[in-house]
């Protein structure tokens, strides 16, 4: 690997986020965790995926606070913005107009086969839109515009990852070099942090159950009692295994917070109950985020500062995405 300080340049690492919201602990082992060690190393873009998020119907107010809450909770969680570049995917329009280019060579048979957008339309029959169809299309977008070398997601969006791949690899074959060629980057640890009440689905905010889900800005009573809540089995050892799913997922939790092996994690808790092992997950999940939550209520408070920091990370992404978008666009035929 590199470093941002030897003589080569650093590898370039781009990833974003959907402004759902609440951001979730799958969200938080799964990739943002990753983006903050990065940062040291690797040249690095961040941004709100905000135009992803109309592919489900949205309520324009609390959207808006979305947007602005997810890029305050980047920030909270440690993103410099000076070190990378930290913006809003819809200032940069660029990553819609790419997308139409992009569209333009991809099949329908490919995004047919998406499990996500099987799962989505089948879970929201009544909205089934082409934004939803052709999202993987914007999701390429975005990461081809900025060139990078990897990209830094949760296993569930290996998929689109792949697409990704498939769509730049082709766009090369057929105009020209133009895009870098990124590799997933999925941590061992934390990749699919699944469900606490269902452990066969992953941990997710649109889940209507709201003990399944632990959110980065819950208070820690609430942290502990969802762990308190968590299904597991009726064995009593602490043990990873297939066929104790709720177990094998706290312990995966317990390991991607403090960095210990599964092995280490099973030796600590040997002989102690399920109730021990589940209070001190949640109590350590809980002492992990609460310093982000802290640092996040001071952050969300001062929307000036923040409007500051998003236009200045638009302009840094921009003067990037911007020179692959027009050397695309030549390369297409296009007069410019
Ligand atoms: P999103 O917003 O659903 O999730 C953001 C990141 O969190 C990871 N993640 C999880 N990891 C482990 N366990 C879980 N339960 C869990 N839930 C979510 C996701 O894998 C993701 O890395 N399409 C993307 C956003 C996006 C994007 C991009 C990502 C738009 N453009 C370009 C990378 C590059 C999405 O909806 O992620």
């Known amino acids: 690997m590199c470093e941002k300080n030897s003589q080569q340049a650093p590898k370039k690492v781009l990833s974003c986020i959907q402004p759902s919201g609440m951001l979730t602990l799958g969200n938080y082992l799964g990739a943002l965790k990753n983006w903050v060690a990065m940062q040291d190393e690797f040249d690095c873009t961040f941004a709100v995926a905000d135009l992803h998020a109309i592919t489900v119907r949205q309520e324009p107010a609390k959207l808006r606070q979305q947007i602005y809450s997810t890029?305050?909770?980047?920030?909270?969680?440690?993103?410099?913005?000076?070190?990378?570049?930290l913006f809003i995917q819809s200032h940069v329009p660029e990553h819609a107009n790419l997308s139409w280019l992009l569209s333009c060579n991809t099949q329908f048979g490919e995004m047919s086969r998406m499990t996500q957008f099987k799962d989505k339309s089948a879970k929201n029959p009544?909205?089934?839109?082409?934004?939803?169809?052709?999202?993987?299309?914007?999701?390429?977008?975005?990461?081809?515009?900025?060139?990078?070398?990897?990209?830094?997601?949760?296993?569930?969006?290996?998929?689109?990852?792949?697409?990704?791949r498939d769509i730049a690899i082709r766009f090369n074959n057929l105009y020209g070099d133009v895009f870098t060629v990124p590799e997933p980057y999925i941590p061992k640890v934390g990749a699919r942090?699944?469900?606490?009440?269902?452990?066969s689905k992953k941990m997710s905010k649109s889940d209507d159950n709201l003990n399944s889900w632990v959110a980065i800005l819950d208070s820690k009573d609430d942290i502990i009692r969802?762990?308190?809540?968590?299904v597991t089995d009726s064995d009593a050892t602490i043990r990873m295994s297939e066929?104790?799913?709720?177990?094998?997922?706290?312990?995966?939790?317990?390991?991607?917070?403090?960095?210990?092996?599964?092995?280490?994690?099973?030796?600590?808790?040997?002989?102690?109950?399920?109730?021990?092992?589940?209070?001190a997950v949640g109590e350590t999940v809980a002492d992990t985020l609460a310093p982000i939550k802290k640092k996040y209520d001071e952050i969300i408070t001062d929307k000036k500062a923040l409007e500051q920091l998003y236009r200045e990370g638009a302009q840094k992404a921009e003067r990037v995405a911007k020179k692959t978008y027009f050397k695309a666009m030549k390369k297409v035929g296009f007069v410019l």
């Open 71 to 85: 890029y305050a909770l980047l920030l909270a969680l440690g993103i410099d913005h000076e070190k990378n570049t």
């Open 126 to 164: 009544s909205n089934v839109n082409v934004g939803l169809f052709s999202y993987p299309v914007l999701m390429a977008a975005d990461i081809l515009l900025y060139k990078p070398d990897l990209v830094p997601v949760g296993h569930d969006q290996k998929q689109h990852l792949e697409i990704a």
């Open 193 to 199: 942090v699944m469900s606490l009440q269902d452990p």
């Open 226 to 230: 969802k762990f308190k809540r968590a």
């Open 243 to 279: 066929d104790k799913p709720g177990i094998s997922n706290l312990i995966t939790i317990y390991s991607a917070v403090t960095g210990k092996s599964s092995q280490e994690v099973e030796k600590e808790f040997e002989g102690k109950g399920y109730g021990e092992f589940k209070l």
